[in-house]
């Protein structure tokens, strides 16, 4: 799929509609300088009200602030790659200790750890105890 903008000579330029920034861009310059902003809504898809937030970030912060962000949270994962070994180890060594134990272990020797993330870490790799009827 691609958008293509009219040149005064001719020649058109095209844009993938898969290219984010280059669509948001290209409708933010179309709509300020050539078309207007009703015919870059409908051109580009977008309303009007998300037209000018990319107005606004892009007068803040330029073509930078267009660009989109990486879905997920900034902060770093608490159950980091060595935090999961230590659960998963901690586990085998005594597999009747709670969650709330390994939890504890954990924290004792540096790892910033919960009840809940050493819970879902057993859930998850199947380290949960089996019950025998």
């Known amino acids: ?5 009219n040149g005064i000579k001719g020649k058109d ?3 993938d509609k898969k290219d984010s920034l280059c669509k948001k861009l ?7 300088c050539t078309i207007g902003v009703q015919s870059a809504l409908q051109k580009y898809g977008y309303t009007e009200q998300r037209y000018y937030q990319l107005l606004r970030k892009y007068e803040q912060g330029g073509s930078q602030a267009l660009q989109d962000k990486k879905p997920g949270s900034d902060k ?5 790659r060595e935090t999961l070994n ?3 180890r901690l586990r085998f060594l005594d597999p009747f200790a709670s969650a ?4 504890q272990k954990l924290n004792q020797i540096g790892h910033k750890v919960s009840k809940r993330s050493v819970e879902r870490t057993i859930t ?8 025998m009827f």
Do not use: C, N, S
């Open 1 to 5: 799929m691609e958008i293509l903008i």
């Open 13 to 15: 330029f095209v844009i």
């Open 26 to 32: 290209a409708m933010l310059i179309e709509g300020h």
């Open 76 to 80: 770093q994962p608490v159950r980091t």
């Open 86 to 88: 230590q659960i998963i």
């Open 100 to 103: 709330d134990i390994i939890a």
């Open 124 to 131: 998850e790799y199947g380290l949960q105890k089996k019950h």
